[in-house]
């Protein structure tokens, strides 16, 4: 009589087979566990994303394509400068609240060389000394504030718990938060979010080409991006159950 096919196994494979199994168990079971510690707003930021994804398909990227089309290279190289230059006034408070003073001194000079010599930031005079971005979500990390849940913000986009304070708080020092006069305001915000959607036209035909479920990805990439921000580029090794080490 032959025995059944399923004793016929060899032990050494059912070993190996259960022990994939039981990894894989404990591995879907962290995944799912650093789900729910990162984003367990997912069914509001899922509908939030949704609303993003429609004004940006209808409204936002064809007027960003436009922009990239029919401005000027000149224009669009000038409008990159002066948006750059009033983001480095927050990029220098931020330094100094990080105790970064070498780079408050580069990034002030950035601002004081290319408002006055280049025409209030229209040209960049300081190309030699670098950019560098800081925010007060950074700020907040930089003295050990974790991150908290991902979030999406209508209109704005990816955020977090902590972010979305620090982009608050950068709104009372930054150039266009600070503006009095209302209209020119809001049209300084429209201006600057078409320019920084533009520069992601590029990237966005990657991510579209390499990824199925584009929400989970944006998430990963925007929270392993403002890790790195935060570490300046070398954040410490991080395995899936430290969650609250940001």
Not at 4 to 20: I, K, N, Q, R
Not at 64 to 75: D, T
Not at 161 to 187: E, K, M, Q
Request: proline letters at 6%.
């Amino acid at each position: 009589m032959t025995k059944p096919e399923y004793l016929s196994f060899p032990a050494t494979h059912l070993t190996l087979l259960l022990s994939c199994l039981f990894f894989s168990a404990c591995s879907t079971t962290h995944l799912s566990h650093y789900t729910q510690e990162k984003d367990p707003f997912e069914s509001y930021n899922r509908m939030a994303y949704s609303f993003n994804d429609a004004l940006d398909r209808a409204i936002v990227k064809p007027v960003a394509q436009g922009y990239v089309k029919y401005m000027p290279q000149l224009g669009k190289m000038a409008t990159d400068n002066f948006f750059s230059n009033l983001d480095d006034v927050t990029v220098t408070c931020n330094d100094v609240l990080q105790f970064k003073f070498k780079q408050a001194a580069s990034d002030g000079s950035r601002v004081l060389f290319n408002t006055t010599f280049g025409l209030f930031g229209l040209i960049n005079v300081t190309s030699r000394l670098p950019k560098h971005d800081e925010d007060f979500g950074q700020t907040l990390g930089y003295w050990g504030l974790p991150s908290g849940p991902y979030l999406i913000i209508p209109v704005l986009g990816p955020s977090s718990v902590r972010d979305g304070t620090g982009r608050y708080a950068d709104s009372f020092i930054s150039v266009i938060g600070t503006t009095p006069h209302v209209p020119t305001r809001n049209y300084a915000y429209v201006v600057e979010g078409i320019v920084t959607r533009a520069s992601l036209l590029d990237n966005e035909k990657i991510l579209e080409n390499a990824t199925i479920d584009r929400y989970s990805s944006l998430r990963e990439a925007y929270l392993m991006r403002r890790r790195s921000l935060v570490y300046d580029g070398n954040p410490p090794r991080q395995r899936y159950d430290d969650f609250d080490d940001e």
